[in-house]
């Protein structure tokens, strides 16, 4: 029997606010530890209130301002694709989020939802709701697409003999806002009317002033967002299902996640027919298939998992009691950086990077060993003495090297690749070496152009010694707030009446607490939560043996 996830559209409109207005639905990217935005957004929310848009401005619009979301540019492939990741302003987030959450509009969209779900056409992307925290970022999510898609998608093979697969070319950003009001009226469907418009076009005009004034795309980045996006993919479904009813085709079974299509047939030419149907329904919204990505496959149960976890399946080293087939670590980080040069910024990376990173945790920590001595007796006598064991396999700066190369290829896992390096830097004695490698992987990741989602992570390990300089190396808004300037504030907010912005608690969003403990091993949020919930627990058996 499959387990049924909860998603938002359970929820109601006031949870539906509340869940929206946490930390971790604001930004959907990786952020170290001591990072959270919960005070900001709550400030907001207390701030604004029910007060209108329109008179909270001062004596312009944001749609007019540079600065006024805080972007994070990444360079994509350590050349010239840049991608960048966005926090947006929190005011601004908060205007579309309560437009989204209203009562009587929250209302709406669940209703628009109800008639998107059709017959045959499985959405498995709207928002999930996780089960108390989280064990990695984003693992209800990650867990939700491996049930929904691919499991769905393996057992689909059971019935059908082809698989259409395709996805949209830069969905988020070639969507039309106009299609939102299309997409609130159901148009051109069974379900057409004329009761959402207002909120229609507050949603594009919110989205315009978080866009720059731009009247194309929509920001990616948080669980809004996605939200906006799925209610234009939501209707694509409709008219796809009434389009394929009316040429009476039958004997499909369509799964999408998001901007991924998965459509299943006995018939090759009746697939081919759907994936032509589909194309024109695409077309009509401003979207474009990805030629690249666009195939029929008779070998669904191979083409139903990504290709990049086929291949770390197949060829992989195997993990045993023993270890590993690999003798040294330089060799394992080598077969990491070419697995990447295959699969840029494939999901995999992460899981690869995790594995050696326990493997030297474990390697590194000291063991007890039998030793023989005489003693001043004369004595032979049996001591133990606690070891300490070298990386093998090559130097800590050869092998820094490495995982630096991985971090310059792969944007998705520099923070992955941060925190072997950290590990492998930290088990240094000598200090001078220790500081002269972090310069040198600072110099490769941060002195080339749009780095400053690096900058974030490296300040992560070297902020001790940075705070006991008294100097930090860090350009970005962010990494100043984590030395405690607050002087640049993180979003250009000149368009509100400034009696809205005079107590915004920028402090707040670096965790003091949380920054004592950070150490020059980059340690993510979900382990920081394990190590604590681990460390309560020893105190308990602790106390516990104590009273017996």
Not at 220 to 233: C, K, N, P, R, W
Not at 234 to 245: K, V
Not at 322 to 331: A, I, M, Y
Request: net charge positive.
């Amino acid at each position: 029997m499959k387990k049924t996830t909860k998603n938002i559209l359970s929820l109601t409109s006031k949870e539906a606010l509340d869940f929206l207005m946490k930390s971790e639905q604001f930004h959907g990217f990786e952020l170290p530890e001591y990072f959270n935005f919960d005070k900001v957004l709550s400030y907001v929310r207390k701030c604004i209130g029910n007060k209108k848009y329109e008179d909270c401005l001062a004596d312009s619009k944001p749609d007019n301002l540079p600065d006024v979301n805080l972007e994070i540019l990444t360079n994509k492939d350590g050349r010239y694709a840049v991608r960048p990741l966005m926090l947006s302003n929190p005011f601004l987030y908060y205007f579309l989020a309560r437009e989204v959450c209203d009562p009587y509009n929250w209302k709406s969209i669940k209703k628009c939802f109800k008639d998107y779900t059709v017959p045959h056409i499985t959405s498995c992307a709207i928002p999930i709701i996780p089960k108390g925290k989280e064990s990695f970022h984003q693992s209800a999510t990650i867990l939700n697409w491996w049930t929904e898609m691919e499991q769905h998608s393996l057992e689909l093979s059971l019935e059908y003999r082809y698989m259409f697969v395709t996805d949209i070319t830069n969905c988020y950003g070639s969507i039309n806002p106009q299609s939102i009001e299309w997409a609130l009226a159901c148009k051109n469907t069974k379900y057409e009317n004329n009761k959402n418009q207002l909120l229609a076009k507050n949603i594009q005009k919110y989205l315009r002033a978080l866009q720059h004034g731009h009247n194309i795309g929509i920001p990616q980045g948080s669980t809004l967002f996605h939200i906006v996006a799925e209610i234009i993919l939501g209707y694509s479904d409709l008219l796809l299902h009434e389009a394929l009813h009316k040429e009476n085709i039958e004997g499909y079974e369509i799964i999408r996640y998001r901007d991924d299509y998965r459509v299943f047939c006995n018939d090759k030419d009746t697939l081919e027919r759907i994936s032509y149907i589909l194309q024109k329904v695409l077309e009509g919204l401003n979207f474009r298939m990805n030629s690249q990505k666009t195939r029929i496959s008779d070998t669904i149960v191979i083409d139903s998992i990504k290709s990049d976890k086929l291949f770390y399946i197949f060829n992989t080293p195997i993990f045993n009691k023993k270890g590993t087939d690999f003798d040294s670590f330089e060799k394992h980080l080598l077969y990491i950086l070419m697995y990447g040069r295959q699969y840029p910024n494939g999901g995999q990376l992460k899981t690869l990077l995790s594995d050696i990173d326990k493997r030297i945790e474990e390697w590194l920590k000291p063991y007890e060993e039998k030793v023989i001595d005489i003693n001043k007796d004369g004595l032979i006598e049996e001591k133990k003495v606690m070891r300490q064991r070298w990386l093998a396999g090559g130097s800590v700066r050869a092998m820094s090297a490495v995982a630096t190369q991985i971090a310059l290829d792969n944007v998705s896992v520099v923070h992955y690749a941060l925190r072997v390096i950290s590990r492998m830097v930290d088990s240094l004695k000598d200090m001078k070496e220790k500081q002269d490698i972090i310069n040198k992987v600072y110099n490769k990741l941060c002195k080339q152009p749009n780095s400053e989602y690096n900058q974030l992570w490296l300040q992560n390990i070297t902020y001790t010694q940075d705070k006991k300089n008294k100097q930090s190396p860090y350009t970005m808004r962010l990494c100043k707030l984590v030395m405690g300037n607050i002087a640049e504030p993180l979003w250009n907010n000149k368009w509100l009446k400034s009696e809205l912005t005079t107590n915004i608690p920028y402090k707040s969003i670096v965790n003091k607490e949380i920054l004592k403990k950070v150490t020059p091993v980059i340690v993510f949020r979900e382990s920081r939560a394990y190590y604590d919930f681990q460390d309560i627990l020893y105190h308990i058996d602790d106390l516990s043996y104590k009273n017996v």
